[in-house]
């Protein structure tokens, strides 16, 4: 059981648009801690896709996109593409003192 | 560039110890914190425990309390993980990350070692 809670799966057609949400709690998103976003292709290591709710690092086309509020945030995909078929992960801190991710959700382009 | 190079596959019987390296370049080893973060087969990512480099200083999630050593040698840049009493539910793949942005560990994993495969079976 994740602290952050994720879709385990959503799915869209080449050229549309996704967004994954991850939902916390007042100890963590809630409480101001920022959400950072991964993204892992099968076999791989995790790449870091946003952090700090929505900055992009360099390399990370403006097609990702992240946003923030309240206990929540999402990340949003636009004009999807084969290539980013993978799964997702948010991150935060938690006032337990500890890092959270969410369960991960897969992202499959029909 | 930041790198990060982690040892090799490790296969374990269960009680037994495995200790996972995690070699740094590219950026100034004691000044960032080091994250361990493991991924058991088709599952999700779990946060481990934290070292801060500069002094040793450790925290570790509540559920590797007492199982889980993190130590670092600044000659060689490398910090270590050891987890003690293995069983197969350890089976999975162990990454280090360091938070290169914030100087207190809290933020952001970038970039991520390539990831050590531990498997535990009799």
């Known amino acids: 059981q994740s602290v952050l809670t994720q879709p385990p799966s959503v799915s869209g057609a080449p050229g549309q648009r996704v967004t994954i949400s991850c939902t916390g709690s007042s100890s963590n998103i809630g409480a101001g801690y920022d959400v950072h976003w991964y993204q892992q292709l099968p076999g791989t290591a995790p790449k870091l896709l946003i952090y700090g709710n929505s900055n992009r690092p360099s390399g990370v086309p403006d097609r990702f996109s992240g946003s923030k509020s309240g206990t929540s945030a999402s990340l949003a995909i636009t004009g999807l593409q084969a290539e980013d078929e993978a799964d997702y992960y948010c991150?935060?801190?938690?006032?337990?003192?500890?890092?959270?991710f969410g369960g991960g959700t897969k992202l499959t382009v029909l | 560039q930041v790198q990060l190079v982690q040892s090799g596959a490790e296969v374990k019987k269960p009680g037994a110890s495995v200790k996972v390296s995690c070699k740094a370049s590219g950026y100034t080893f004691t000044s960032y914190y080091m994250h361990w973060v493991r991924q058991a087969p088709g599952q999700g990512l779990e946060w481990m425990g934290i070292i801060n480099p500069s002094g040793g200083s450790t925290s570790y999630a509540q559920k590797f309390q007492g199982r889980v050593t993190m130590t670092r040698d600044t000659s060689t840049s490398t910090v270590y993980m050891e987890l003690s009493s293995l069983r197969s539910e350890d089976t999975a793949v162990y990454y280090c990350?360091?938070?290169?942005?914030?100087?207190?560990?809290?933020?952001?994993?970038?970039?991520w070692g390539q990831g050590t495969l531990v498997t535990v079976s009799s």
């Open positions: 990350a360091p938070t290169l942005r914030v100087i207190d560990g809290v933020g952001e994993f970038d970039p």
């Open positions: 991150q935060s801190y938690d006032s337990s003192l500890s890092t959270v």
